[in-house]
């Protein structure tokens, strides 16, 4: 699916899986460091925070950005309104 990201004034557009199966109390997304760049959230600042997220492979440290980002769905048939989502990046990736 292909999603618009904004966050401030920059912008991008990407595909994106939209249900990994994990759950979370407040909508996520996960970029990597490319598209944190380009979003103007990398290299992290006092706003983002590092964390540890368990996942399949074991325990990863990652950067969370709470409310960081605006995402669009891009339908060819309608607009949906943006949410506001958190954006988590993995420094490896």
Do not use: H
């Given at each position: 699916?292909r999603?618009?990201?904004?966050?401030?004034?920059?912008?991008?557009?990407?595909?994106a899986?939209l249900?990994?199966?994990?759950?979370t109390?407040?909508?996520?997304v996960?970029?990597?460091v490319?598209?944190?760049?380009?979003?103007?959230?990398?290299?992290?600042?006092?706003?983002?925070?590092l964390i540890t997220?368990?996942?399949?492979?074991?325990?990863?440290?990652?950067?969370?950005?709470?409310?960081?980002?605006?995402?669009?769905?891009?339908?060819?048939?309608?607009?949906?309104?943006?949410?506001?989502?958190?954006?988590?990046?993995?420094?490896s990736?």
């Open positions: 699916m999603i618009r990201l904004r966050s401030g004034s920059n912008e991008i557009e990407s595909s899986l249900n990994s199966g994990f759950e109390v407040s909508p996520d996960a970029v990597p490319r598209a944190a760049r380009a979003l103007g959230l990398w290299p992290p600042s006092r706003t983002g925070e997220l368990d996942t399949g492979g074991g325990e990863a440290e990652a950067y969370l950005f709470e409310s960081a980002a605006e995402l669009e769905l891009i339908l060819e048939d309608r607009r949906i309104k943006p949410i506001l989502v958190n954006v988590i990046v993995n420094p990736y």
